[in-house]
C-alpha cells in the first residue's frame, strides 16, 4: 500500500499536522476459482487466424421479448452478429493485449426477434497460435412474455451443435444467410476472462464500501474522514448477497452470479488484485499502490515510492514500503484496504483492516512544506471489546541497511545530459520520531531493512499512533562533498533529526517534538480547534 502526499497547494495542512503532534517545523489470501466456459473452435492450420462460426436459434413464433442477457468472449477478438445487424463486440483499447480482454455483458434484445434468429460470429487471433484458438464462448437468456403474462427463458450457449469455417461467403452476416459446406466444431472448457463492468454502471453493480472510520480514529486524526473524489479501494465482498442484489438488478441468474464472481475481489485484469496510480507530488513523483500483490503475504501493504522527477532511479528511493502488522506475535491480514485523498488536500490516506474487523491500519502521508522529506502518520486501532496485545508494525524497505534505529540507503546517479545533469550521490533515511524501542534490522533473504515498531497494547475503543518521516539529501555533486548547514527551531533540542532541503542540499531544518504542559504523548494543543478551519481555507504554496 502506497501513501505519498504533497504540499504544492496546501502547505498550510502540512503545518496543522505537525502541529498536531506538538511538532515545530522550520524551513495469505484465499483464491476464487475463476469461472469456466465452453468455447468452440476448430481444428486449424496454425497460420489460419481468423474463424467464422454460426448458429440458427429457434425462438417461439409469439410473445414480447423483454431481455436477451448474452455474455461473450474471444481469444482474441469478435464480432457477433445477430439476424444481420452488428450487437456485439470485444473491446480491448486503442493498443491490442491480451492483458486487456474482458467478457462482454449486454443486454442485446433489440436484435432478436420471435421464430428463427441467425447468430454469426468472426473471431480473430493475435500473433502466434495459442492452443484451441481462435475460439469464441457464449451464454445467453432469451427471455419472452407470452399473452398470459408468464415469462419464458430461452437458454443460448456455445456447444458442440454450432459450425464453423475458415472461409465464409459473402453475406455470411446476413440475416438470411445459410451455411454450406461449414463444419461442426470442437469443445473445449476454458476460464472465462474477467467480465467488463461498464464504467456507467461501477457504482450500480460494485458500489464503494466505505472504509470504517471509528471514533477513536477520528480523535487521533481529525478530518480523516473527509474524502475527494480521488479514492480507491480492495476489499472482499459477500458474494452470495451481491448475487441477491444483482439478480433483483439484472433479473438474470447467470448474470448476477458472473458480477458476483467478478466483484468479489477486485483486480486490475492483469491476473492480480492491486491497484496503482501515479501522481507528480511537490518535490517527486508519488506511486499509489493499494491490494495485495498475487505473490506476496496478504499481511502486506505497499508504499510508499517517492522519487524525484529527474535523475530518479526507479527503485531506489525506498523501492515501495512493505508493511506489515502483527498482534500477539501472529501477522494480521489486511486483505480489505482503502486509500482517500482529504478534501481540497493533498493529504493521503490509507485504511486496512482483516476481514473480520478486528484490527484496524491506516496511514495519513503528506510532505511538509519546502522539504525533502516525507511524514507518514501510522494509527493501529482497536473497534472490539478485547485488548491488542503485543501490536507490532514492521516497515520493510529494499536494499535499505540499518543504521541505529533508522534503514539508511546511498545511490549514485550518474550524470545526464538535461539541466539537471550532475552526477550526484543521495541518502534516504527512515526512522521514527518516537524511537522508545524501535528496532533496526536488516533481513539477507529478501535484501529488506526492516523497522521494528513497537505498539505496545490496544485497549478496546483506542486507537495508538506512532510517526514516521522520509528524508533525502545530497551527499555529493560530481564527486565533491555537499557542504551541510543545521537550522533548528530556538529551543529546539541539539539532538534534533536534520531535515535537508533544497537541490543543492545547503539547507537543513530540523523537526523536534517539543515538551507539551500535558505531559502526554503526541500532544494535540492549539491545533487541534484550528484544523478544520487550515484544512478548508489553505492556499496554494510555491511549488519546491
Known amino acids: 500500500m502506497s501513501w505519498i502526499v504533497s504540499f504544492a497547494r496546501n502547505s498550510l495542512l502540512a503545518s496543522a499536522l505537525m502541529a498536531l503532534w506538538g511538532l515545530e517545523l522550520s524551513v495469505q489470501m484465499a483464491w476464487a476459482q475463476p469461472a469456466m466456459g465452453e468455447f468452440i473452435h476448430l481444428e486449424l492450420p496454425e497460420e489460419v487466424q481468423e474463424v467464422y462460426f454460426f448458429k440458427q436459434v429457434q425462438l417461439p413464433q409469439t410473445g414480447k421479448i423483454l431481455r436477451a442477457w448474452t455474455a461473450a468472449a474471444a481469444t482474441h477478438e469478435f464480432i457477433l452478429y445477430?439476424?444481420?445487424?452488428?450487437?456485439?463486440?470485444?473491446?480491448?483499447?486503442?493498443?491490442?493485449?491480451?492483458?486487456?480482454?474482458?467478457?462482454?455483458?449486454?443486454d442485446l434484445a433489440q436484435y432478436f426477434r420471435p421464430g428463427v434468429n441467425r447468430l454469426a460470429v468472426r473471431v480473430r487471433r493475435w500473433g502466434v497460435q495459442q492452443a484451441n484458438s481462435p475460439n469464441f464462448f457464449l451464454q445467453a437468456e432469451v427471455q419472452l412474455e407470452d399473452r398470459t403474462g408468464q415469462v419464458q427463458k430461452i437458454p443460448i450457449s456455445t456447444d458442440q451443435t454450432w459450425l464453423g469455417t475458415a472461409k465464409a461467403g459473402p453475406a455470411w452476416n446476413s440475416a438470411s444467410f445459410q451455411p454450406k459446406g461449414w463444419q461442426s466444431v470442437k469443445v473445449v472448457s476454458m476460464p472465462r476472462p474477467p467480465a467488463r463492468i461498464p464504467k456507467e454502471k461501477q457504482q450500480e453493480i460494485a458500489p464503494d464500501l466505505p472504509p470504517p472510520i471509528p471514533?477513536?480514529?477520528?480523535?487521533?486524526?481529525?478530518?480523516?474522514?473527509?474524502?475527494?473524489?480521488?479514492?480507491?479501494?480492495?476489499?472482499?465482498?459477500?458474494?452470495?448477497?451481491?448475487?441477491?442484489?444483482?439478480?433483483?438488478?439484472?433479473?438474470?441468474?447467470?448474470?448476477?452470479?458472473?458480477?458476483?464472481?467478478?466483484?468479489?475481489?477486485?483486480?486490475?485484469?492483469?491476473?492480480?488484485?492491486?491497484?496503482?496510480?501515479?501522481?507528480?507530488?511537490?518535490?517527486?513523483?508519488?506511486?499509489?499502490?493499494?491490494?495485495?500483490?498475487?505473490?506476496?503475504?496478504?499481511?502486506?501493504?505497499?508504499?510508499?515510492?517517492?522519487?524525484?522527477?529527474?535523475?530518479?532511479?526507479p527503485g531506489s528511493t525506498f523501492a515501495g514500503d512493505q508493511v506489515s502488522v502483527f498482534v500477539g506475535g501472529q501477522p494480521v491480514s489486511l486483505e480489505d484496504q482503502w486509500m482517500w485523498k482529504i478534501h481540497k488536500t493533498d493529504v493521503v490516506v490509507a485504511a486496512a483492516t482483516d476481514r473480520e474487523r478486528k484490527v484496524y491500519f491506516y496511514a495519513v502521508t503528506f510532505a511538509p512544506p519546502k522539504?525533502?522529506?516525507?511524514?507518514?502518520?501510522?494509527?493501529?486501532?482497536?473497534?472490539?471489546?478485547?485488548?491488542?496485545?503485543?501490536?507490532?508494525?514492521?516497515?520493510?524497505?529494499?536494499?535499505?541497511?540499518?543504521?541505529?534505529?533508522?534503514?539508511?540507503?546511498?545511490?549514485?546517479?550518474?550524470?545526464?545530459?538535461?539541466?539537471?545533469?550532475?552526477?550526484?550521490?543521495?541518502?534516504?533515511?527512515?526512522?521514527?520520531?518516537?524511537?522508545?524501542?524501535?528496532?533496526?534490522?536488516?533481513?539477507?533473504?529478501?535484501?529488506?531493512?526492516?523497522?521494528?515498531?513497537?505498539?505496545?497494547?490496544?485497549?478496546?475503543?483506542?486507537?495508538?499512533?506512532?510517526?514516521?518521516?522520509?528524508?533525502?539529501?545530497?551527499?555529493?555533486?560530481?564527486d565533491k562533498p555537499v557542504p551541510l548547514r543545521r537550522s533548528c527551531h530556538p529551543g529546539a533540542n541539539p539532538k534534533g533529526r536534520l531535515w535537508p532541503v533544497g537541490r543543492d542540499g545547503a539547507v537543513l531544518a530540523a523537526i523536534q517534538r517539543p515538551n507539551h504542559p500535558s505531559g502526554g504523548p503526541w500532544p494535540m494543543g492549539p491545533a487541534g480547534g484550528r484544523f478544520h478551519r487550515r484544512c478548508k481555507n489553505a492556499g496554494a504554496s510555491p511549488a519546491v
Not at 522508545?436 to 521494528?452: I, N, S, T, Y
Open 371 to 478: 522539504l525533502k522529506a516525507l511524514l507518514r502518520i501510522y494509527v493501529v486501532a482497536n473497534p472490539g471489546d478485547k485488548p491488542l496485545e503485543n501490536v507490532v508494525i514492521r516497515n520493510h524497505i529494499h536494499r535499505a541497511k540499518p543504521e541505529g534505529q533508522t534503514l539508511k540507503e546511498t545511490v549514485v546517479h550518474q550524470p545526464i545530459a538535461d539541466a539537471a545533469g550532475d552526477k550526484n550521490t543521495r541518502t534516504m533515511i527512515t526512522g521514527l520520531l518516537e524511537t522508545e524501542g524501535v528496532q533496526a534490522r536488516w533481513e539477507e533473504e529478501p535484501k529488506m531493512g526492516v523497522l521494528e515498531i513497537p505498539i505496545g497494547t490496544v485497549p478496546p475503543g483506542q486507537a495508538v499512533r506512532r510517526l514516521l518521516y522520509h528524508l533525502t539529501y545530497l551527499e555529493t555533486v560530481n
Open 82 to 106: 445477430i439476424n444481420g445487424q452488428e450487437a456485439c463486440r470485444s473491446r480491448y483499447g486503442r493498443v491490442p493485449s491480451a492483458f486487456r480482454l474482458c467478457e462482454e455483458i449486454e
Open 215 to 313: 471514533d477513536c480514529v477520528r480523535r487521533a486524526i481529525p478530518y480523516i474522514h473527509e474524502q475527494s473524489v480521488w479514492a480507491q479501494q480492495v476489499v472482499w465482498r459477500d458474494q452470495q448477497a451481491d448475487f441477491q442484489r444483482l439478480q433483483k438488478l439484472f433479473q438474470c441468474d447467470f448474470v448476477a452470479q458472473r458480477y458476483a464472481q467478478q466483484i468479489h475481489r477486485a483486480n486490475t485484469h492483469m491476473g492480480d488484485t492491486f491497484n496503482i496510480t501515479g501522481y507528480p507530488v511537490g518535490n517527486g513523483w508519488v506511486f499509489t499502490t493499494i491490494g495485495p500483490w498475487p505473490f506476496i503475504n496478504t499481511t502486506w501493504t505497499l508504499g510508499p515510492e517517492y522519487q524525484y522527477p529527474i535523475q530518479w532511479n
